[in-house]
């Protein structure tokens, strides 16, 4: 008969904690904030050739738990430099919404992304805007 009391009582916690978990996918909870231009964000000069960049590996950045739970949505503009061997170096946020939520993994994707190898001293101060929307994460608009 003890047995069958903490079957019971186990079989109730977890139903209870199945009711806890979050049903389905993603669930927003806030509005996604406006992109910005990313012509006004680019300096003069920059990222000289980058129209003939040729990925070879853009491994997607991970959509933060904590983000995905709060049903938070954004995105971030990455600041990055292609080395001549096609590796990004120098890689930062230039700007990001809301502020601070996505753009550690933002850059700990980038700084892992390969490019065919380019000319002369590489590219400087490329901009890549990532969208974190609806549980999702894409490159670009």
């Given at each position: 008969?003890?047995?069958?009391?903490?079957?019971?009582?186990?079989?109730?916690?977890?139903?209870?904690?199945?009711?806890?978990?979050?049903?389905?996918?993603?669930?927003?909870?806030?509005?996604?904030?406006?992109?910005?231009?990313?012509?006004r964000l680019t300096e003069p000069g920059a990222c000289q050739g980058g129209d003939t960049l040729a990925a070879l590996s853009l491994?997607?950045?991970?959509?933060?738990?904590?983000?995905?739970?709060?049903?938070?949505?954004?995105?971030?503009?990455?600041?990055?430099?292609?080395?001549?061997?096609?590796?990004?170096?120098?890689?930062?946020?230039?700007?990001?919404?809301?502020?601070?939520?996505?753009?550690?993994?933002?850059?700990?994707?980038?700084?892992?992304?390969?490019?065919?190898?380019?000319?002369?001293?590489?590219?400087?101060?490329?901009?890549?805007?990532?969208?974190?929307?609806?549980?999702?994460?894409?490159?670009?608009?």
């Amino acid at each position: 008969m003890h047995m069958t009391w903490q079957n019971l009582l186990l079989f109730i916690a977890l139903i209870v904690l199945a009711n806890c978990a979050p049903k389905g996918g993603f669930r927003l909870h806030h509005d996604y904030p406006s992109p910005p231009s990313i012509k006004r964000l680019t300096e003069p000069g920059a990222c000289q050739g980058g129209d003939t960049l040729a990925a070879l590996s853009l491994p997607l950045p991970k959509y933060p738990i904590f983000a995905r739970r709060q049903g938070r949505q954004g995105w971030v503009v990455a600041k990055l430099d292609v080395l001549p061997n096609g590796q990004t170096d120098h890689v930062s946020v230039k700007q990001s919404a809301p502020e601070g939520v996505f753009d550690r993994s933002t850059v700990k994707a980038v700084r892992k992304w390969q490019f065919q190898p380019v000319r002369d001293a590489g590219l400087k101060n490329c901009l890549v805007f990532i969208d974190y929307r609806l549980g999702k994460v894409r490159i670009g608009r």
